[in-house]
């Protein structure tokens, strides 16, 4: 079933490249999601992830309470390509220009392989951009906050003491230091193997994606990108709970029926990664001030409270 509000997909005229933004709900409010700037094998693979990471947003921003449905941009690179400086910025403009013709309809924020100096850029075409430097009146890069929501959730595993963090990217690289720095035993991966020396310097374990995915320890930490937990990997996994900020952790739905079966405990990645969205639409939109804007990112652990107890009911 199609349940889109709008996909645009073009070429984009000064880079040539695929430009996807996918508007899934505006029911709620003005859509939102990040504008994703990453190797795909064709465009097509490009158009499916937009079209599953905007219809995840509409559930993040509802599970998170905010007025907002979700989108996503997905600036699709073929494979072996990488942009230069100049590329990069045609890129960028021709999605500002894509998002611009929606009127305000669906709002961009960073997302995988873009950041706030990206959004500068976009925002040279569409005010519709959250999270510009700060010094250029954004609220600045959404990762640490997203990380701040990852520890508020990962609360409600009071009792864990081991975790493995799989992806060091921006926001995986911060939870893992928070987690080092609370004392946990920690094993973490990355396909990029310079990340090897930031595991030493926090005393981590450092690992194969593989190993680490299916490591004995209380929390699994999905930090990387989607898809990981399928039901070939649900029967490997020897944690006794996931929770982290990957979007679209889930193959499909009915994996997480495979998951309680197995007692494992998995925390929704639409209520675990919400702390990005929460943090920008706070502070750009309802002038709440950081310190307001960051108690509403702690509340992620409240809401992941209450779903794990209604989870744990007996059905
Ligand atoms: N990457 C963010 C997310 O998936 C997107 C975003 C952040 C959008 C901040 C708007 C503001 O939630």
């Known amino acids: 079933m199609f349940t889109h509000r709008r996909v645009l997909i073009s070429r984009g005229p000064r880079s040539g490249l695929p430009i996807i933004v996918a508007v899934h709900s505006t029911d709620r409010g003005q859509a939102i999601g990040g504008c994703r700037l990453t190797t795909y094998a064709g465009w097509r693979d490009g158009l499916d992830d937009a079209l599953r990471l905007s219809a995840a947003m509409t559930g993040k921003a509802a ?47 960073p997302d995988v392989g873009t950041g706030p100096a990206d959004m500068l850029t976009i925002a040279e075409r569409t005010p519709y951009v959250f999270c510009r430097p700060v010094e250029s009146g954004g609220s600045g890069d959404s990762s640490p906050h997203t990380a701040d929501g990852v520890m508020a959730a990962l609360s409600c595993f009071g009792s864990a003491r081991s975790f493995a963090v799989l992806g060091l990217g921006r926001v995986g690289e911060r939870v893992a230091r928070l987690l080092a720095g609370s004392g946990a035993t920690l094993i973490v991966s990355d396909v990029d193997q310079s990340k090897r020396a930031l595991a030493d310097s926090l005393g981590a374990t450092w690992a194969g994606p593989a190993d680490c995915l299916t490591a004995e320890v209380d929390v699994l930490v999905p930090a990387a990108l989607g898809g990981v937990l399928t039901p070939a990997v649900v029967p490997t996994l020897r944690c006794a709970a996931i929770a982290g900020p990957a979007n679209n952790q889930l193959d499909s739905p009915a994996t997480a029926d495979l998951l309680r079966a197995r007692g494992i405990r998995w925390a929704p990645d639409e209520i675990v990664s919400a702390g990005g969205i929460i943090y920008a639409t706070g502070v750009e939109l309802r002038h709440e001030t950081p310190a307001q804007a960051s108690a509403r990112v702690a509340g992620i652990g409240d809401t992941l409270a209450a779903h794990l107890r209604s989870a744990d009911l007996p059905k």
């Open 63 to 109: 599970r998170a309470g905010l007025p907002h449905g979700g989108g996503k941009t997905v600036i699709a690179l073929p494979p072996g390509v990488t942009l230069d400086d100049a590329g990069r910025r045609d890129a960028l403009l021709d999605a500002g220009d894509a998002i611009a013709g929606l009127d305000g309809e669906y709002a961009t924020g």
